[in-house]
């Protein structure tokens, strides 16, 4: 399913045949859903844009919640009734930081929540993610994304910490695997 990505507009790869393909779809969120489904989650929590799709699916084939995490300024709430958290996403921008928001009520203390986003760049989003979670009481019970950059970092320091699943390999840093 990972060759079904539409890389000719590297650097910025587009998912969209992924996800308009039943059968790579299909296949990706049932992976997902495999993966975790004895791990009692309680909610997925999907990362806009991409990552709430794909975040949807996973939560309809877990049977559990879907909260969704926004990018700053799209949550149209009062400060006090969110959470948000601003980030540095890539190095080389040096004065742009991103943002997440999430509605802070729907992140119970205790529970177990999957964060889905459809890919780890940096990891910087993700890791933003997973400390919103936290910050609220909730335990970040996985990560799952269609495509994990294994060279960058904070990736690997994340997929350490934290139960990650990705459709690639995370062995080596080809776009499809050539460990066997």
């Not at 859903?33 to 997925?44: G, L, R, T």
Request: with cysteine; charged share 25%; glycine share 8%.
């Amino acid at each position: 399913m990972v060759s079904a990505i539409d890389k000719t507009g590297a650097p910025l790869w587009d998912v969209c045949p992924v996800f308009a393909s039943k059968t790579h779809f299909h296949l990706l969120t049932t992976q997902i859903a495999e993966h975790y489904n004895d791990k009692n989650i309680d909610a997925v929590l999907a990362l806009d844009a991409l990552g709430l799709p794909l975040g949807g699916a996973v939560a309809t084939a877990l049977q559990t919640g879907l909260i969704l995490v926004r990018k700053g300024g799209k949550l149209n709430l009062p400060a006090n009734r969110k959470t948000f958290l601003s980030f540095k996403d890539y190095p080389e921008k040096e004065k742009d930081l991103e943002t997440l928001e999430v509605r802070s009520e729907l992140i119970a203390r205790g529970s177990r929540i999957l964060v889905v986003d459809e890919w780890m760049g940096t990891g910087a989003q993700m890791n933003a993610a997973a400390k919103i979670v936290e910050g609220l009481g909730g335990v970040v019970a996985g990560m799952a994304c269609l495509y994990c950059f294994p060279d960058a970092e904070l990736n690997m320091q994340l997929k350490e910490k934290y139960d990650l699943w990705s459709a690639n390999c995370l062995k080596c840093t080809y776009f499809e695997c050539r460990c066997k």
